[in-house]
């Protein structure tokens, strides 16, 4: 996971958009961006699901993004990204390439 990054299930995470919503604009949050692996299915269908929360509930104040190809782009952008990936072990990260 990405240092400051919270892991939310993409099962529940449509029944529970209104927490995030309700927790980022408590913090001050301007912008949500969701990733998974590669960023081809979960992050971008969870960031749809918020975006379109977002847009029902009339927020203009906060975006939500996806992060291009999700952690493993992270990760192949190098170390100014894997430092600030949790517990990196990069030869984890070596069957990605």
Same mark, same amino acid.
């Given at each position: 996971?990405?240092? !400051?990054?919270?892991?939310? =299930? %993409?099962?529940?995470? @449509?029944?529970?958009?209104? #927490?995030?919503?309700?927790?980022?604009?408590? %913090?001050? #949050?301007?912008? #949500? %961006?969701?990733?998974? !692996? %590669?960023?081809? $299915?979960?992050? =971008?269908?969870?960031? $749809?699901?918020?975006?379109?929360?977002?847009?029902?509930? $009339?927020?203009?104040e906060i975006q939500s993004l996806t992060l291009a190809g999700g952690?493993? !782009?992270?990760?192949?952008?190098?170390?100014? @990204?894997?430092?600030? #990936?949790?517990?990196?072990? =990069?030869?984890?990260?070596?069957?990605?390439?």
């Amino acid at each position: 996971a990405i240092k !400051g990054s919270l892991n939310l =299930p %993409a099962h529940s995470f @449509y029944t529970n958009q209104s #927490v995030l919503h309700d927790l980022c604009k408590r %913090a001050g #949050v301007k912008q #949500v %961006a969701f990733y998974c !692996g %590669a960023s081809n $299915g979960r992050g =971008p269908r969870c960031s $749809g699901w918020f975006a379109d929360h977002l847009a029902d509930v $009339g927020e203009t104040e906060i975006q939500s993004l996806t992060l291009a190809g999700g952690i493993k !782009g992270w990760v192949k952008a190098g170390e100014k @990204y894997t430092d600030n #990936v949790v517990e990196y072990e =990069p030869e984890y990260w070596k069957q990605f390439e």
